[in-house]
């Protein structure tokens, strides 16, 4: 199975500033996953972060608040930008091979 | 709207009674649902896939089975370590995942 890591664990951030998480995956995979998951809830896709190309954004989440980048076929990033408290949240990264494996994800705290 | 409900929302156990958590579904075509395992401070551990009615997995004390409507993860015997949030997920296409909001599990010693 993937094995999935994330930078940074956590953070605490101040209001209006953004943070830029990082993926890395330790195998090359097909399709990789940003995913959000808010305090006491499930975990709720934010994009698909397709190589070479524009992510692909699901209904509430936009590519100004959320930019992704993937430049090869194991790493990605995730920035949260002008963050407000309502951004804190666990942010989860996702790769496909053959299943979905997940990495630890980033706590996120926006005071 | 795919969707997807999970029952209960909490479970405490003693050590060595059997149970078993719910899961049920709408989703137009389902091209699979997934069991994971999500420990406090970590990621979604995989435990199993499903991808049609009748079809059963096991894995240790853990069966996971599925009907057109729902998914039980049946647990046996359950220990402390078996403590942790249990989330299913259907996937709608494009491999993305729609989860649950999990079963809480403690099992007390």
């Known amino acids: 199975s993937a094995v999935i890591s994330q930078k940074p664990s956590r953070d605490i951030c101040q209001r209006g500033t953004s943070l830029t998480i990082q993926c890395q995956v330790d195998?090359?995979?097909?399709?990789m996953f940003w995913y959000r998951q808010q305090p006491g809830q499930s975990l709720t896709l934010i994009a698909t972060?397709?190589?070479?190309?524009?992510?692909?954004?699901e209904s509430g989440f936009v590519i100004d608040k959320f930019p992704i980048s993937r430049p090869n076929l194991t790493f990605s990033t995730l920035t949260v930008s002008n963050m407000s408290p309502e951004d804190s949240s666990i942010y989860l990264c996702?790769?496909?091979?053959?299943?979905?494996?997940f990495g630890p994800g980033t706590r996120l705290l926006v005071l | 709207e795919d969707q997807v409900t999970q029952s209960p929302e909490a479970l405490r156990l003693q050590e060595g009674e059997s149970s078993s958590l719910n899961c049920s579904y709408t989703v137009s075509g389902l091209r699979g649902l997934f069991w994971y395992r999500q420990d406090p401070g970590k990621g979604p551990e995989f435990l199993f896939t499903l991808y049609s009615a009748g079809e059963e997995k096991e894995k240790e004390r853990l069966k996971a089975t599925l009907t057109k409507k729902e998914s039980f993860l049946h647990i046996t015997a359950p220990k402390p370590e078996d403590s942790a949030t249990y989330l299913c997920a259907v996937h709608r296409g494009f491999q993305k995942l729609v989860f649950g909001t999990g079963t809480r599990l403690l099992v007390s010693p």
């Open positions: 972060a397709n190589q070479g190309s524009e992510a692909t954004y």
């Open positions: 195998s090359q995979v097909t399709m």
């Open positions: 996702s790769a496909l091979e053959e299943t979905q494996y």
